[in-house]
C-alpha cells in the first residue's frame, strides 16, 4: 500500500524536491510527502504551481518501480487516473483525462501532476508529484487551462485529507495492477475512462503550435494524432489544449 510512512509538513518547498531529497536518505517504496503550502510548488515544463494553503492536496509519492524504465512513461497516465477515481467519489460529474495528466470537470484544470525519475546507484527512483484543487472559492492570477476546485464542483466543502485518502486508495490499486500488467493494461485502460478520443486539439510544442486531431493513445504512453492530410503520428512531449466547436473554426 502506498502512503504509508507519511510525513506531512506544514511549509516545504516543493514535496516533490522533498521526496527526492528522502530518497537520498534512503526512504522506502510508497512513502508519501504531503504540505499545506509550498513555497516553490512547481508544474510541468518548470512552472511554477501556486497554492493558498490548506486549499489543496499536495502530495508526492516515492516510488521504485521493478517494472523497466521503458514503460515509466505510462505513470503520468496511472497518476491520473487515480486522481479521477478519486475525485468521482466526491462529485456528482463526469472527470476526463486529458493526455498526458490534466484531470478536467467541464473543462477545467482540477489537478496537476509532476512526475520525475532518476537512478541512484543501480536502482531506479519515480516520484509522483500530484497537487488537486480542493477547497477554493476563487483563484486569482493567469493560467492556461482555468481552474476548478472541489468544493467549486461539488458545492460543498471537502476535506483535503479525505481526498489524499482516496488518492492514495486508487493509485495503490492501480499502481499494484501496473506492476503486474505494465502499459498493455494502462494503456487502453486509460483510453477507455480519459473520455478524450476522438478531439480536434492544438498541441504546443518545441517545433510551435498545431491544430490536429487526438485520434488514440500508443502503447508506449504517446498520443497519436491525425493532420489534415489524415496522416499519423505520435507525440510523446507537449502542451495539448481541447478545441471547442467554435475554436475549431476560428483555430
Ligand atoms: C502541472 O500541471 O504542471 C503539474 C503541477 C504539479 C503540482 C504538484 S503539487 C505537489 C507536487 N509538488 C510540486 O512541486 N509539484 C507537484
Not at 499536495?58 to 516510488?63: D, G
Not at 488537486?132 to 466543502?157: A, D, M
Request: with cysteine; charged share 25%.
Amino acid at each position: 500500500m502506498l502512503g504509508t510512512p507519511r510525513i506531512h509538513l506544514e511549509t516545504v518547498a516543493s514535496t516533490n524536491r522533498e521526496a527526492r531529497d528522502r530518497i537520498r536518505t534512503g526512504a522506502p517504496e510508497g512513502t508519501l510527502i504531503t504540505a499545506e503550502h509550498q513555497t516553490e510548488g512547481r508544474g510541468r515544463f518548470d512552472r511554477r504551481w501556486e497554492d493558498a494553503a490548506g486549499q489543496s492536496l499536495l502530495a508526492s509519492y516515492i516510488l521504485y518501480p521493478v517494472r523497466g524504465a521503458e514503460e515509466w512513461g505510462g505513470l503520468p497516465l496511472l497518476a491520473g487516473l487515480a486522481v479521477k477515481r478519486a475525485a468521482e467519489t466526491f462529485l456528482n460529474a463526469d472527470v476526463l483525462l486529458k493526455w498526458p495528466n490534466d484531470v478536467l470537470v467541464a473543462g477545467k484544470k482540477l489537478c496537476g501532476i509532476l512526475v520525475e525519475s532518476g537512478r541512484l546507484g543501480d536502482r531506479g527512483w519515480v516520484v509522483v508529484g500530484i497537487g488537486v484543487n480542493v477547497r477554493q472559492r476563487e483563484f486569482t492570477g493567469s493560467y492556461r487551462t482555468p481552474p476548478t476546485s472541489l468544493l467549486l464542483e461539488s458545492g460543498r466543502p471537502v476535506d483535503v485529507d479525505e481526498v489524499q485518502s482516496a488518492v492514495t486508495r486508487e493509485l495503490s490499486t492501480l499502481y499494484g495492477l501496473w506492476t503486474d500488467k505494465g502499459n498493455a493494461w494502462l494503456c487502453p485502460e486509460w483510453t477507455r475512462c480519459a473520455g478524450m478520443f476522438p478531439a480536434d486539439i492544438v498541441l504546443e510544442d518545441e517545433t510551435g503550435k498545431r491544430q490536429l486531431r487526438a485520434v488514440d493513445l500508443g502503447r508506449d504512453g504517446s498520443l497519436i494524432v491525425e493532420n489534415e492530410h489524415g496522416e499519423r503520428t505520435s507525440v510523446f512531449a507537449g502542451d495539448v489544449s481541447i478545441l471547442s466547436a467554435n475554436e475549431e473554426n476560428n483555430a
